[in-house]
């Protein structure tokens, strides 16, 4: 006879993202509900006025606009990501709506999420074009808002570059999930193909090598390093939160490669338990972050795993660790 559960099946994170319904025959999964994403996107119509006119919804067909069609298809992507890889029904565990704006402001060079929606500007078109263009910017945005939904990361210092360098890892694992690649076939890139061809450049971030990604007349050099020894102490950029990210971000990309495969199935899944553990208070500095990966690994996968190796030798490769 067929049996209908709701199991919680892992014992990290808020019990509400973890409820899973399922229908098994004995030891057989017969069925399971997946969530579905609840998706709203607005049209700023180049203003700088939240949350603008809304466009499309849930169940409303594509429109056309390449900036709204993208931001829900991405915002879907995401969300599957989400699910598929750590059983996390949307931003805050719960099913909450996925809200975008797009064509915010005029010639706006930037995205980011604002505590409630995530934003999107269409670029000046001379250094940048529009940031829905980019997978990995509209995933990144969206986990700006996991982390606030698992406690919040205060955005400054070394625990805002750890905000912005898990943004960017699961940026970069929900678009490896979306194109099904392994360690190997991964650009580890964010943000590639929204520089205008006018750039010198890949991309605005790379996780495999911090401060490679773009070297332009315009744009300078990319600034981050990929190392404690290089570590950038700076008041912009509210203590270099997207500079120092490149730390944190290459101890992932080391991790990950040392265990190869889909970097979202261990690496990625040891980063999202810390960052759901509970342990990581809002102004977590590297190390302590770094902990909170072993202290994950090690309850996943056991003492002396391979796994427990591979995030040690990361956190020490960047230099975190010793
Ligand atoms: N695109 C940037 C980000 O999401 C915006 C910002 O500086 N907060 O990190
Ligand atoms: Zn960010």
């Known amino acids: 006879a067929a049996r209908a559960t709701l199991a919680v099946p892992r014992d990290y994170g808020p019990a509400r993202s973890r409820l899973r319904l399922s229908i098994e025959d004995g030891d057989t999964l017969v069925a399971e509900a997946v969530p579905a994403p609840d998706r709203e996107i607005s049209d700023a119509q180049r203003r700088e006025v939240l949350p603008g006119v809304r466009v499309r919804g849930e169940d409303d067909a594509a429109t056309g606009d390449a900036a709204v069609d993208d931001a829900f298809d991405g915002l879907g992507v995401t969300f599957d990501f989400y699910w598929d890889a750590f059983q996390r029904n949307s931003v805050d565990g719960a099913g909450e709506p996925l809200l975008a704006t797009v064509h915010y402001g005029l010639d706006y060079d930037n995205a980011f999420w604002n505590g409630e929606r995530m934003v999107f500007g269409d670029g000046d078109g001379e250094i940048f074009q529009g940031f829905t263009g980019s997978l990995s910017v509209i995933a990144h945005e969206l986990s700006h808002g996991v982390v606030e939904a698992s406690g919040g990361l205060d955005y400054t210092g070394q625990s805002g570059s750890l905000n912005e360098s898990i943004a960017d890892v699961f940026g970069a694992l929900a678009e490896q999930h979306h194109l099904g690649q ?141």
């Open 182 to 322: 392994t360690v190997d076939e991964a650009s580890w890139l964010i943000g590639e193909g929204i520089f205008t061809d006018a750039v010198e450049g890949r991309a605005l971030r790379s996780l495999e090598a911090p401060g490679t990604a773009y070297d332009d007349d315009v744009l300078g050099r990319d600034p981050q390093p990929a190392h404690m020894n290089g570590f950038v102490v700076t008041s912009d950029d509210n203590g270099g939160v997207h500079i120092n990210s490149g730390i944190p971000n290459h101890a992932f990309y080391l991790t990950a490669k040392a265990l190869g495969g889909h970097a979202w199935e261990r690496a990625g899944l040891i980063w999202y338990r810390a960052l759901t553990s509970g342990t990581v208070p809002a102004d977590a500095d590297f190390a302590t972050f770094a902990n909170a990966t072993l202290a994950a690994a090690t309850a996943e996968y056991g003492e002396g795993s391979e796994e427990v190796d591979a995030v040690r030798a990361g956190w020490t490769g960047v230099g975190v660790l010793e």
